[in-house]
């Protein structure tokens, strides 16, 4: 999104435009780290990219890769031979991120057909027209940053109304953002977009592309993660072996509770039988002590009988 302060509230974009980008990243990992060698050759570097015609410059992004690999591709800062695409064609059928910002583009004629493509960064360009392409070619965008380009009225954006997917746009630094109701005449002609130029209309700020990206990240984990095919059946087949296993154990219990009650009930009848057995000899017993002390006592009363006799 290029550098602009919000039409209604003047608050600073936070949001760097791509013309500085570069020299940020150049001053943060060259010079700011102390090792100024390494940001001249940083900075050289990108001048020979700023040179270099987008043809080779996709050339050099592919790292020997195949076309129909890439899912990214940026081509910042490159050039544009006559303001046209060179190089990118209809091979490129994965991509999904495309960034040529700063390329002295000002024609999207020569755009292949890219239908998953959804974010399209096009800033600091020369564009002035032609957005209904857009649609035709890209009909999957969710996202698309025309700021700094030369975009002035409303009948040229008009076109965009096609794009059914698209939620955020970003016209910051075109001529269009001057037009009195600007943001309210945006709103109403794009009622898919959520966000333009990074706000809502209750100007909320949209969050980064990169939360988002880990949010549909998210949402398709949990997807990809849920119960595998079988698995219900296979659930409802233990649950059934595990009534069954309650069920006979439950029936056992029941036997085992039965047979301990006989058993208890009959040590109980034999410990009677015992008691009364030990009830019938002790009394046998005794009886037999009294017997014998009878016989004792006639005995003693017959020798004393005997005894007065003899006197």
Known sequence: MGLGRHPDNGILSSRVPSRLRNNVNASVEGWGSGNSRKGERRVVAEEQEEDMEMKKRINLELRNRAPEEVTELVLDNCLCVNGEIEGLNDTFKELEFLSMAKVALSSLAQLPSLNKLRKLELSDNAISGGLEVLAEKCPNLTYLNLSGNKIKDLSTVEALQNL??????????????????????????????????????EDNEAPDSEEEDDEDG?????????????????????????????????????????VGLSYLMKEEIQDEDDDDDYVEEGEEEEEEEEEGLRGEKRKRDADDDGEEEED
């Open 218 to 258: 998210d949402e398709d984990d949990e997807d990809e993660a849920g119960l595998p095919e079988g698995y219900e059946e296979e659930e409802e087949e233990e649950e059934d072996e595990d009534e069954e296993e309650d069920e006979a154990g439950s029936e056992l219990g029941e036997g085992e509770e039965e």
């Open 164 to 201: 059914k997917n698209l939620k955020s746009l970003d016209l910051f630094n075109c001529e269009i953002t001057n037009l009195e109701d600007y943001r309210e005449s945006i709103f109403e002609l794009l009622q898919q977009i959520t966000y333009l130029d990074g706000y809502d209309q």
